[in-house]
């Protein structure tokens, strides 16, 4: 199961991998967060700013689309197999 960071903890493991010395690798194995992830938040901090990790519920435009159009998905499906069944 992904654990959850809060932003503030990602933008904390950002700034460790920004000091001089410390490498994105030691900074993860310190936190212990997987490979890749920390570079992943810095560029989504460099594209987004003070948007970056807006938390859950506050997704960007089109992924909340996203994600609504899923949950109508599967709405629809439900409601289809409930019909077979009559």
């Not at 194995?29 to 807006?54: D, H, M, T, V, Y």
């Not at 519920?57 to 998905?73: Q, S, W």
Request: aromatic share 4%; hydrophobic share 35%; proline share 5%.
């Amino acid at each position: 199961m992904a654990r959850k960071y809060d932003r503030e903890f990602k933008v904390a493991a950002v700034r460790m991998a920004s000091e001089p010395g410390v490498t994105a690798s030691e900074v993860e194995a310190r936190l212990g967060i997987g490979q890749g992830i920390l570079s992943r938040w810095k560029r989504q901090l460099r594209e987004r700013g003070n948007k970056a990790f807006p938390g859950k519920g506050h997704m960007p435009a089109p992924e909340e689309r996203v994600r609504r159009l899923e949950r109508e998905c599967e709405r629809l499906r439900r409601e289809r197999d409930i019909l077979k069944k009559q």
